[in-house]
C-alpha cells in the first residue's frame, strides 16, 4: 500500500498545538514510509472562515519544517486542493446516492428541527433526525439540505491509537451532506476528498470520534474502501482538567517561533506529547522522530502543555549545536548595541549564553551588558538589594573592601581564564568569604545584573580594559 497522509484543517483562525501535531503525525508517518504529505483545506464553512488563515495555516507548516508534497499553492495529482473549488466532485457522489434512494432533501425549517429536539429532550431521549424521516421528501433542487438516508447497525472497528472500538445502532443517524447554501458538511466533503485522492490514514482529532460510526455507514452507501483510522486525543491545559484552548494560553504556533523556539524544538516538544518510543529518551532530532515514530506509541489519553518543560527542551536542543551554528541561528536577535562588534567577540559571547539560553529572544537581556555600559543605576540598586540575603548582610563598606581587593588581585593579570580562576579563588582564602558575596559583588559591577554567565569566562570575554573600568565605577558607587 502507497502511505498517503493529509492534513486537512478549516481556516478559521490560528494554528494551536493540536492541529500542528495532528500534522506532524500524518507527515511522520508519511516520511518514514516514503509516501505522500497531503495538505487540504476544508473551506466550506464560509460563516466561521477568517479572512488570511489559508495562508497563515501553509505559513506555520513551513516555518516548522512540515513541507507537504501536494496543496493549495503548489497543486498535484488530485488538485485542486481547496474544498470551495471541489464542488462539482460533491455533486456528482450526492446525485449517486440520490439514485440508490440513500439521500434525500430535507423539508423541515430549523424551527420545526429545533421543535423536535426540544420534545426528546422533555421525554428523555436522545435526538435522532431519522425518528423524523419523512415519507415523502420533496425532489432536491439544492435550497433544502440534502440528508443521509443512515442504516443503522451495530460496527466493530480498529483504530490505530485507540485500538479496537464498537458501537451500537443508537449513534447512527441521518446527517446532512449538502447545506442549504450549496455547500458541502465535513461529514461528507472529507470521505469523498480522502477516497479521490486515495487516502491511506485518516489522522485526526478525538473530537471526531463519536462521528465516525456515522462515517462507517456513509462509506458502505458510498461503495469507498475506508482508510486506516487513527485518533489523537486532546491536548490538556496546564492542569490537565481541559482541553487546552485560548483562555489557557494556547498560542499560534508562530508565535512560538517568534519567541526565538527553534522549529527541531517545537517538533519534538509536539511529537512527545503524549507519544514516546518506549525509551526514557526526550530529546530527538527530526531525523529520530522520523525513524522511531508509531501510531501504537502514541498513548490514548490527553497529553498536558508543559511550557517549563518546552523550554527545557529547547535549551537542550541548544546546548546540542555547534558555536557556529548557533551564532548563526542568533543572528536576528542581538541586542542593537552589538552592531559593529567584531564576530569573533560575538561568537564568544554566544559561546558563553549557550548553556543558559532558553529561547532566543532572551539573547539581549543576557548579553547587552557585554556590548554597553551597565547602567548606575541598575549596579546602584543590586548592591543595596535587600532580596539578595548573602549581600544584605554586609555593610556598603565591606562591599567596597571586597571590591577594590579584586580589583588590585587582578591587576596584574593577564586575564586568561586560567588565571582570572587562579586569582579570584585565591581571593577568597585570603578574604574568608564566600564565593555568593564576593563574586555576587564583581558580578554587579561588571555586569549590572544579578545573574550573568559564568564569571571566570565573562570577565575573560570582557576583557581586562572593559573589566577594570567597570570594577572602579562599582566602587565609586559604593563609596
Known amino acids: 500500500m502507497k502511505v498517503r497522509t493529509r492534513f486537512a484543517p478549516s481556516p478559521t483562525g490560528y494554528m494551536h498545538a493540536g492541529g500542528i501535531r495532528t500534522a506532524l503525525f500524518a507527515w511522520l508517518v508519511a516520511r518514514q514510509n516514503k509516501g505522500s504529505f497531503v495538505l487540504r483545506l476544508e473551506d466550506t464553512d464560509k460563516a466561521r472562515e477568517v479572512a488570511g488563515s489559508d495562508q497563515h495555516i ?3 507548516l513551513r516555518a516548522l519544517g512540515i513541507d507537504y508534497d501536494e496543496g493549495p499553492d503548489i497543486g498535484g495529482e488530485f488538485a485542486p486542493y481547496k474544498q470551495s473549488e471541489r464542488l462539482g466532485h460533491y455533486q456528482e457522489w450526492a446525485q449517486q446516492l440520490i439514485d440508490s434512494g440513500r439521500a434525500y432533501a430535507d423539508p423541515y425549517t430549523s424551527e420545526e428541527v429545533d421543535t423536535f429536539r426540544q420534545e426528546a429532550r422533555a421525554n428523555k431521549q436522545p435526538f435522532l433526525y431519522r425518528n423524523h424521516r419523512p415519507e415523502n421528501p420533496p425532489v432536491w433542487d439544492g435550497t433544502q439540505p440534502l440528508r443521509f438516508k443512515s442504516d443503522p447497525k ?10 479496537d472500538l464498537s458501537t451500537g445502532p443508537e449513534v447512527i443517524d441521518d446527517i446532512i451532506l449538502i447545506k442549504s447554501d450549496g455547500y458541502p458538511t465535513y461529514n461528507f466533503a472529507h470521505i469523498i476528498d480522502d477516497a479521490e485522492m486515495e487516502i491511506s490514514h485518516i489522522i485526526r482529532g478525538q473530537e471526531f470520534l463519536a462521528s465516525t460510526p456515522n462515517y462507517l ?9 475506508r482508510p486506516m483510522l487513527a485518533t489523537v486525543p486532546h491536548i490538556l491545559g496546564a492542569d490537565g482538567n ?3 484552548g485560548k ?3 494556547a498560542k499560534d504556533m508562530l508565535d512560538y517561533i517568534k519567541e526565538g523556539y527553534m522549529p527541531e524544538t517545537l517538533l519534538n516538544f509536539i511529537a512527545t506529547m503524549g507519544w514516546n518510543d518506549g525509551t526514557e529518551q526526550e530529546v530527538f532530532s527530526v531525523d529520530e522522530l522520523i525513524e522511531k515514530f508509531s501510531l501504537d506509541r502514541v498513548q490514548r489519553s490527553g497529553a498536558r502543555f508543559d511550557d517549563r518543560r518546552l523550554q527545557w527542551l529547547s535549551g537542550a536542543h541548544i546546548r546540542s549545536l555547534d558555536i557556529y551554528t548557533l551564532y548563526d541561528a542568533l543572528k536576528d536577535y542581538w541586542p542593537k548595541s552589538s552592531h559593529g562588534a567584531p564576530e569573533d567577540y560575538k561568537r564568544k559571547v554566544a559561546s558563553l ?3 543558559r539560553l532558553k529561547y532566543f529572544t532572551e539573547v539581549p537581556v543576557l548579553t547587552e551588558f557585554f556590548f554597553s555600559e551597565p547602567k548606575t543605576e541598575d549596579v546602584r540598586d543590586l548592591f543595596n538589594d535587600q532580596k539578595n540575603k548573602q549581600l544584605k548582610k554586609l555593610t556598603n563598606e565591606e562591599k567596597h573592601a571586597q571590591l577594590a581587593a579584586a580589583r588590585k588581585m587582578l591587576q596584574d593579570s593577564d586575564f586568561s581564564l586560567a588565571d582570572i580562576d587562579s586569582r579570584l579563588n585565591a581571593l577568597l582564602s585570603e578574604l574568608d568569604t564566600k564565593p555568593g558575596i564576593l563574586f555576587s559583588i564583581i558580578r554587579i559591577a561588571i555586569s549590572g545584573s544579578p545573574a550573568s554567565p559564568a564569571l571566570f569566562d565573562t570577565l575573560a570575554v570582557l576583557g581586562k ?6 570594577i572602579k565605577q562599582g566602587l565609586e558607587l559604593l563609596g
Not at 154 to 163: I, L
Not at 465 to 470: G, L, Q, T, V
Open 58 to 60: 501553509m505559513d506555520c
Open 154 to 163: 451495530n460496527y466493530n472497528w480498529h483504530d490505530e491509537v485507540m485500538g
Open 217 to 225: 455507514n456513509l462509506y458502505e452507501a458510498l461503495g469507498i474502501a
Open 242 to 244: 481541559k482541553k487546552l
Open 247 to 249: 483562555r489557557d494560553g
Open 353 to 355: 549564553i549557550q548553556e
Open 465 to 470: 580594559e572593559k573589566s577594570m573600568d567597570r
